[in-house]
């Protein structure tokens, strides 16, 4: 009895002792030591040589007395740049709009009253010029201007026709004169948050008289004194310009004032990517409003309100192009606006080619 006894209260601490080894390996911490070949912390093969531990199978009731394991808890700490600022990305620069914004996406066919009405709160067109279907009158020799509303509200429209195929090789080849200013751009914003890489040919205002008559002619004959230097830039393939706003900081107020219209022509076609998308704006399928480079064609929209109070609904970006992309682009302003490049650019030096180029295109008689 006396053996018996003895046996069982050996198998039993035996037990406890397990169970005390199964549960301390549950809660210790051990600390790797990093091996280095033949040095402090390599394993030796002839110590491990034959050796293998086997594994204590777990009882239910020891797996019910073990903790569950704590969920891994996301670090919500944020990321800091150099100076111990947040990183700026597009998450948190550019935030979803409010739920209650007015996104109204243009359905159905495109008329004037309707084009009218979407653009109330903007500067005006020339409306007079267009028939009932948004076609332009009295073209004459050429193809016809159309507006396309592609959104209401914000107001986005296409212009068809609004350049020819030779006025867009025209337009291509000012990037190779000498009197324009190149500037090849892979840069970042002062924030760090909007991406560009293409060049960019800034021109004087008398290279550009067909731009700036067609302009005038279709913003209400505004006066030359608020358009801002044109531009021609090309994006290679790969280059793109991501999610941007086209307003001015408010800090840069002080030469015309706000930018309250974004004009830009679509030098070459291209079938697959380099489109101007607009986040936040829906097509009439739903989609992403996205305009495509056509040859020819303009698209207009506005980064501000007539008042210059800006637009945030007109976040948008330049796709990566897959080929090369070409456009004209010029921005308006609310007031006179005084050139800055290239050197020695004025409003005043392209008047004489302006008025040839209009009477040329039958907007004014000589």
Known sequence: ??????????????????????????????????????GFGASSAKKS???????????????????????????DTPQLDRFGLPIR???????????????????????IELVQKSM?????????????DAVEKGSDNRNPWKLNLLHQSPPVLEIENFFTSQECQEYKS?????????????????????????????????????????????LNDLPLEQMEEAQI???KTGQEFSWHYDEIPSTQLANGGQRIATLLVYLNTIENGGGTIFRDLKDAEGNEL????????????????ADGTPDDRTLHKGEVAVDEKMIAQMWIHERKYTPVVPEGNS???????LRSKEIELGYISE
């Open 1 to 38: 009895m006396k053996t018996s006894l003895h046996l069982f209260h050996s198998a039993l601490l035996f037990s406890s002792i397990l169970d005390a080894v199964a549960a301390s390996s549950n809660n210790e911490v051990f600390h790797r030591v990093p091996a280095f070949a033949g």
């Open 49 to 75: 040589k034959g050796k293998k531990s086997k594994k204590k199978r777990s009882s239910i009731m020891e797996e019910m007395r073990r903790p569950a394991p704590e969920e891994s808890k996301k670090d």
């Open 89 to 111: 990305t597009a998450e948190n620069f550019f935030p979803p709009l409010p739920d209650d914004v007015e996104l109204v996406p243009s359905k159905g066919k495109t008329t």
């Open 120 to 132: 109330s709160k903007h500067i005006s067109l020339n409306y007079d010029m267009f028939d009932d």
């Open 174 to 218: 000012i990037a190779q004169a000498d009197d324009v200013l190149q500037v090849d751009s892979a840069t970042f914003s002062n924030l760090a948050t909007s991406k560009r890489t293409s060049t960019t040919w800034f021109c004087n205002f008398n290279q550009v008289p067909t731009l700036l008559a067609k302009a005038k002619h279709l």
């Open 233 to 235: 830039v090309r994006y």
């Open 290 to 305: 996205t305009m495509r480079p056509k040859e020819g064609s303009a698209l207009l929209f506005f980064p501000t309100f």
């Open 347 to 353: 409003h005043e030096a392209a008047r004489d080619s």
